[in-house]
């Protein structure tokens, strides 16, 4: 029998930045989606569920999505998952976004890096890394087939998707990872980086880029 899900939604940093906090409702963990800013207040969500982190997703690199990453690997001592096409230049000095973002601290420990397709079962749940680049190079989206539900970065908005005119966009290979995307079930439901969730039906029939 599939376990339910549960999912907790932060709206962290300058950027209102959509954090995910999720698990099956039954485990002691959860996954920490993009905490790009605001960690204490992460962290509290986490005590306050009563759960531990297992471990951090990062849909991309940019610095409003990671800037809390290493903060919170650093007090549950969990692996920080990445594309390795993002990850050669996230925690670096050209990922500042001044006034709003310093350059992000790395991880302590070597990050994770995934592959397109890759499954993992983490906070007991299953979960299958999409590479969609795009609106960055290593950007991705993660998929929990048996909860029909996506999280979607910054590759898919509530009728919009994400900017391709940054350092690594690439408007070609958004339209690639948007076909990629519309593969997945009607009834997917998509949590996006930014703004309120949606589904894919739904964006189908609104999203002027679909």
């Known amino acids: ?34 905490p790009g800013s605001d960690g204490d207040r992460i962290d509290g969500r986490l005590r306050r569920l009563g759960r531990r982190l297992a471990a951090i997703f990062l849909t991309h690199g940019h610095a409003d999505h990671v800037g809390a990453a290493a903060e919170l690997a650093a007090r549950y001592d969990a692996p920080v998952h990445i ?15 001044p006034p709003w973002y310093p350059a992000p601290t790395a991880p302590p420990s070597p990050l994770r890096l995934w592959g397109d397709d890759e499954r993992l079962q983490v906070a007991g749940l299953e979960w299958t890394v999409l590479h969609t680049p795009g609106h960055t190079p290593g950007g991705v989206c993660l ?16 009728a919009g998707v ?46 002027p880029f679909l």
């Not at 954090?19 to 920490?32: I, K, N, P, R, T």
């Not at 998929?143 to 509530?158: A, K, M, N, Q």
């Not at 339209?175 to 009834?187: A, C, G, I, K």
Request: hydrophobic share 40%; net charge negative.
């Open 162 to 207: 994400g900017r391709t005119d940054l350092p690594g966009g690439d408007p070609n290979l958004l339209t690639n990872s948007l076909r990629r995307l519309l593969e997945l079930p009607d009834l997917t439901s998509v949590r996006p980086g930014h703004g309120p969730p949606t589904t894919l039906a739904r964006e189908r029939r609104i999203n």
């Open 143 to 158: 998929w929990v087939r048996d909860h029909d539900t996506l999280f979607s970065g910054d590759t898919l908005f509530h």
């Open 83 to 97: 594309h390795p096409a993002d990850a050669a230049w996230a925690f670096t000095e050209v990922n500042q976004l």
């Open 1 to 34: 029998m599939v376990k339910a899900m549960r999912i907790e939604a932060i709206e962290v940093g300058a950027f209102q930045v959509n954090c995910y906090l999720v698990g099956a409702d039954d485990a002691a963990e959860a996954v920490v989606i993009d």
